[in-house]
Each structure stands twice: as C-alpha cells, then as structure tokens.
C-alpha cells in the first residue's frame, strides 16, 4: 500500500518550499491527463505548477470509459495524438500523472538535470517503482499471447537489470516521464500498434514499450530524478534542502 505518512511528508515539504515562480522554458512542455472524478479539481500536479508558475497541458481523460484499465490507454493515444498533430511541438516534454505527482524543483532545473545525467545516452528518462506491476497473476488480467509473452520477457528482463544497478526500484511506473519529445512518438506509437485492442492498461504497455526500446529509454532506477512513494517510508527515504 502507498505510506500516506510518507506522502504528507511530501506534500509538507512542498507546502514550505520557498520557491521563485517562472516560466517554462521555451523547449519544454509538461503534459497530463485529468477526467472521472478529477474532473472539476484542481490536482496536485495543476497546484504544483501554480506554484512554481508553469503551465500545464492537460488532456482529457475520457468519462465515457468506465473501466480503468482500459481508461488508461488514452494516456498512450492522447499523447500520441499531441505529437503528431504539433500540440507538443518543443524539443522536450515530461508526461506527468495528475492527482499523486508533484515537483520539489523547478521544471526547468529537472529537464537540466535529465540534460545532465542522461541526455547523451538516452531519449527518455522513466520513474520506477518497487512494485512490479501488471503481472500475469492478477485477477484483472485477460490472457493474450502477445501481451503474456512479452510481460514475461519484460519481468525477466527488469529482474536480472535489477541484479546489476542493485536498486529495488526496479520496474518502470508509466506516471512520470522526461525526454526528447520525437523520441516519445516513436514509444507510444509502439504501445498502440501492438495493444490498443487488447485488455491490458498504459502501465504494461509502457513498461513493454521500454522493453522493445531499451536502448534508448531508461528507467531511473536510481531514482535520480523520481521518487515513487509505493512502499516506501520515512526510515527508507531523506528529504533534504538542496543547501543540506
């Protein structure tokens, strides 16, 4: 389960935060996803950027879906639409969960550190979590060859990658993304050939899409950039000023 101590913690910290608003800059753009019963709130993720003094693209999440699984797909074809249609058109975006996801920095100071430590090597940067989900195992899950041959091969791979960097988080959480905005065309394009019809949700088709592109996008498991709060508590995470 989530540590919503930890996570008052968190939002504590923000509420506290001293902060210069600003814009983006100009080769950035932050994208999320809001329907259902967020409807008419103002998310975490929309106070956040109030905060900081950035705009956000919100696409809507569609009302008519009630299941959420299948509900989470738009997150894939939404934004894949805003790309190909130049409704995203700067170099870099960071595709962003609404209700549970909130900055400590500045936008502009997170897409500089993605620049830093990964933009050489890698397209796109993804939170991780400690969880490995979906699974074949859960009640929701409808078997698909395609879909269970490549979840397996996706778990297998995250296991043995988390033997090497030796983090636990070790799996990819489709809720926070940084990177080259062309290079997520590419990505989610790969997630809606392959599943838009079948019964799975944005999480496995983002953590397979990662699979197939490897190469080029990365999870954070070192959590350099994100931090997932699923099981994770205050002995186990620091929260620090930049100046401690």
């Known amino acids: 389960t989530n540590n919503y101590n930890t996570w008052e913690v968190i939002l504590d910290k923000l509420n506290n935060l001293k902060v210069e608003p600003k814009p983006l800059r100009d080769d950035l753009t932050l994208v999320t996803w809001k329907g259902g019963k967020y409807k008419n709130v103002n998310t975490?993720?929309?106070l956040c950027c109030k905060k900081f003094g950035v705009e956000i693209m919100v696409l809507p999440w569609p009302d008519h879906i009630s299941d959420f699984w299948e509900g989470s797909k738009s997150k894939v074809y939404l934004t894949l639409d805003a790309i190909k249609n130049n409704k995203i058109n700067t170099k870099y975006m960071m595709a962003l969960d609404a209700s549970d996801v909130v900055f400590l920095k500045h936008p502009n100071e997170v897409l500089e550190d993605y620049i830093k430590m990964f933009g050489d090597e890698y397209d796109s940067v993804w939170c991780t979590?400690?969880?490995?989900?979906?699974?074949?195992?859960?009640?929701?899950?409808?078997?698909?060859?395609?879909?269970?041959?490549?979840?397996?091969?996706?778990?297998?791979?995250?296991?043995?990658?988390?033997?090497?960097?030796?983090?636990?988080?070790?799996?990819?959480?489709?809720?926070?993304?940084?990177?080259?905005?062309?290079?997520?065309?590419?990505?989610?394009?790969?997630?809606?050939?392959?599943?838009?019809?079948?019964?799975?949700?944005?999480q496995a088709m983002s953590r397979i899409s990662q699979f197939i592109h490897r190469e080029r996008h990365i999870g954070d498991y070192n959590c350099k950039i994100f931090q997932c709060l699923y099981d994770v508590n205050l002995n186990t995470l620091n929260i620090s000023d930049k100046s401690e």
């Open 129 to 202: 979590e400690a969880n490995n989900w979906p699974h074949k195992d859960l009640p929701k899950w409808v078997s698909n060859e395609i879909l269970d041959d490549y979840i397996t091969k996706v778990s297998n791979n995250d296991n043995e990658m988390k033997k090497q960097h030796g983090s636990r988080f070790a799996y990819i959480n489709a809720g926070c993304a940084i990177g080259r905005t062309e290079s997520f065309e590419e990505f989610f394009q790969t997630s809606y050939d392959l599943f838009m019809n079948v019964r799975t949700n944005d």
């Open 44 to 46: 975490m993720l929309e």
